[in-house]
DNA sequence: CTGAAAGCGCTTACAG
DNA sequence: CTGAAAGCGCTTACAG
C-alpha cells in the first residue's frame, strides 16, 4: 500500500530542492545531467506520479471535456461517445460524462454545474425537450463564462457555437433519388421526430427529391398508436412501394407491420432506415440503413473543441462541419 | 463575457478576508449575520462559483470515478453507464469515462493512468483480452495505491476487490427448468462466450438444470463460420427443440439460422438469449431474454464504491452483490 | 466576529 | 546549476 509520493518527498529523500525536482523531471536545461539522472531514477523508483488535481489547478485548465449525451442507448450515441474517448486518449483528455435523458431539466442542471470550471468545454446534443422549448439560455451560460462549447449532430438549431453534425437533408435526398432512379413511384416517409431539427433536415431532403411535394406520402407522429396506424395506412392502403425511415422507431414499427401483413420485404416493399448497423444488420431480412460514421463524428468533435481551447479559430466565428453520410444497401432494398 | 469571479476578487469587492468570504459562504457559525448576507448577496450577483479543482485540491479528492467500459457499442453496458451516472450525479460525483475495446494494453494504460490519482475510485468491466491472460497486475497497481476499485459485471475471475454482479448461473438454470417443465428434453446451448467467465457461468447454470450432463447439446466458438456451422448442425440436424443464447452475437445467429432453414420460432423452436430489450423487443418474431436490469447494476456499483470510500467496509474484506435477473417471454417462447 | 497564515501539490520567473 | 519565493483558488485551525 504505497501512498502516493510527492514532489516535496522526493526532495527531501534527495536533499534538493523541489523547484529542482520539478525541474529535473521536465528536462529543463537549467538542470545539470547528473541531479536530472539522480532525480529520475529516484521518481521511477518511486514510481512518482504528479498528482493531477494540482497541476490542473497551477495551469488553470482541467485536462476535461464535458459531454452531454441525450440518450446513451441509442446506440448511435453510444459509438459517438466512442470516438470522443478514442481522440480525447491521444491529447491525454479525459471525458466527463453526462446523460441528459432528452430532458430540458436535466440538462439545465448539468449546464449549470459545468460553469463551474469542472471542465475546459462541452461537447454538447441538444436534448429534444429543449428542443421544443426553444429555451436555450443554459448554454448561453457556458458561453458567457467563457467555456467552449461544441454542438454535435443536432446542429440546425441557430446557435452561436461551433458544429459538427452529418449531412442529414442530402442523406435523404439521395436516398428518395435512388428509389426514383429504380422507376419506384410511390415513395413514403414514416417519422417520429419530424418534430425535432435533424427530422425536419431529412424530410426536407425527401420532399425536394420528389417530383414535387404533393408527390410524398408521409406518416409523423410522436404517439407510437398513432404512428402505427399512419404507417399501416400507408403500407396497405396507398400501397407504397419503397419507405423511408427517418428514426429507429419508426423503421421497426415498419419492418413489424410488414411482417404482420405478410408484405415482403424486400419483394412488395423496400425499406432504408435511419438505425445503425449494429441493429440494421442483425434484422431478419437485414435493414439499409444510412451510416452516419458516428465515431468520426465524435473525434471530430474533440478536434473542434481543442482547435478552439487552442485558438485556432477566430473568435465570434464558428466552424460548421459536415460529414458525409453513406448508404448502405443490405437486404431490404435488394432489386 | 463574464469571467470567473474568485474569492479574492469577492473579498476585495467586499473590503474584507479571503477568510471571511469563505466562510460566510459556507454559513459558518463564526461570522455575523450582516456580513454573511452582504457576502452572499455580492456572491450570487457575480454569479460565484467555487473552482472546483481547488476545492479538490485542498480535500485531497477529486470528487470523480473513473469507469472503465470493454465495449459501449453494447446497450448492456451503455445502459450500465446510464444508471452509474444518475447515480453518481445524486452524490455530485463525475463519470469519466474510459472505453477498453476490449483490449489489453488499453486497459493497462487507463489503469496506469488512474494510479497518478485522478479519480476517487475505479469501476470496472474487464476487458475480454484481459480474462485470457490473466493478467490483472495493472488493478493491483491501482489497489496499491489506495484507488479503491469495484468490478462490474463479469465478476468471477478471484480478484480481491468489491464486486457487483448478476446471478448469471441461476439465471440458465431456470431458464433451462422453465423448457424442461414444458415438457421439452431436447434443449441446447449457444454461445460465443464460453471462454470467458459470465459465459463459463450461463453454460454451468443450463448443464445443472439439465437431466444429466450428456443431455448438453452444445454450439460453441469464438470463430463465427464455426459458430455458425455448429448451431445449423444443432437447428437442423440434432432437431433441438429450444436454444438458449449465452450472448448477442449466437442468438442473432440462430434467429437468422433458423430463417434461412424456414424453422418457426417459436413453433418449432423456442429461443431465449442473453440480449439487451432494445434489440430483442424489436426482432421478428420478438425475442425472449433474460433481463440484466443494467440500470440497476450500475447505480449499486456506485453505491458500493461510496460506502468503501465512506469506510463503511472493514478494510481486507470485500462486497460482493448479485442482482437477480428476470426472464422475460416475449414472441420467441409462445406454448 | 474577523483576518493572517499555513497548506493542498505543483510550476516557473527570478535571484544568486 | 540550484533554490527561495510567489502563486494557482480554496479551506480551516488559530490568534486577536
Known amino acids: 500500500m504505497k501512498s502516493k509520493i510527492t514532489l516535496k518527498e522526493l526532495a527531501k529523500l534527495l536533499n534538493v530542492s523541489i523547484s529542482t525536482v520539478s525541474k529535473a523531471l521536465h528536462d529543463s536545461s537549467e538542470i545539470s545531467p547528473k541531479t536530472a539522472k539522480r532525480v529520475k531514477e529516484l521518481a521511477s523508483l518511486?514510481?512518482?506520479r504528479p498528482n493531477p488535481v494540482a497541476v490542473n489547478l497551477k495551469k488553470s485548465r482541467t485536462g476535461t471535456i464535458g459531454v452531454v449525451i441525450?440518450?446513451?442507448s441509442n446506440s448511435f450515441f453510444a459509438r459517438v461517445l466512442s470516438g470522443m474517448e478514442a481522440e480525447a486518449q491521444k491529447h491525454d483528455q479525459q471525458i466527463i460524462t453526462y446523460i441528459s435523458n432528452e430532458s430540458f431539466e436535466r440538462e439545465k442542471q448539468i449546464c449549470d454545474m459545468l460553469t463551474s470550471g469542472m471542465v475546459d468545454g462541452v461537447l454538447i446534443a441538444v436534448s429534444e425537450e429543449t428542443q421544443k422549448k426553444q429555451q436555450y439560455d443554459h448554454?448561453?451560460?457556458?458561453?458567457?463564462?467563457?467555456i467552449p462549447v461544441v454542438i454535435y449532430d443536432r446542429i440546425n438549431l441557430g446557435l452561436p457555437a461551433d458544429k459538427i453534425g452529418v449531412d442529414d437533408e442530402k442523406s435523404f435526398f439521395d436516398a428518395t433519388k435512388f428509389f426514383r432512379a429504380k422507376g419506384l413511384e410511390k415513395i413514403g416517409l414514416a417519422s417520429a421526430i419530424h418534430h425535432v431539427g435533424i427530422g425536419q433536415l431529412r424530410i426536407?431532403?425527401?420532399?425536394?427529391?420528389?417530383?414535387?411535394?404533393g408527390a410524398a406520402m408521409m406518416a409523423t407522429s410522436t404517439k407510437p398508436d398513432d404512428l402505427k396506424k399512419k404507417i399501416r395506412d400507408l403500407i396497405t392502403e396507398k400501397k407504397i412501394e419503397a419507405l423511408l425511415c427517418t428514426d429507429f422507431e419508426s423503421a421497426i414499427m415498419a419492418t413489424r407491420i410488414a411482417y404482420e401483413e405478410?408484405?415482403?420485404?424486400?419483394e412488395d416493399l423496400k425499406l432504408i432506415g435511419y438505425i445503425s448497423r449494429e441493429i440494421a444488420e442483425f434484422l431478419t431480412p437485414s435493414l439499409?440503413?444510412?451510416e452516419q460514421h458516428p465515431q468520426e463524428l465524435g473525434s471530430?468533435?474533440?478536434?473542434?473543441?481543442?482547435?478552439?481551447?487552442?485558438?485556432?479559430?477566430?473568435?465570434?466565428?464558428?466552424?460548421e462541419k459536415i460529414i458525409a453520410t453513406t448508404l448502405i444497401h443490405l437486404e431490404s432494398t435488394k432489386f
Request: glycine share 6%; aromatic share 14%.
Open 204 to 213: 426536407k431532403g425527401y420532399k425536394k427529391a420528389l417530383k414535387d411535394e
Open 139 to 146: 448554454l448561453f451560460a457556458l458561453l458567457d463564462y467563457d
Open 300 to 319: 471530430n468533435a474533440i478536434e473542434i473543441l481543442n482547435n478552439r481551447l487552442d485558438g485556432k479559430y477566430e473568435s465570434g466565428k464558428f466552424e
Open 46 to 48: 518511486h514510481n512518482y
Open 262 to 266: 405478410k408484405i415482403n420485404i424486400p
Open 288 to 290: 439499409s440503413y444510412i
Open 70 to 72: 441525450p440518450n446513451i
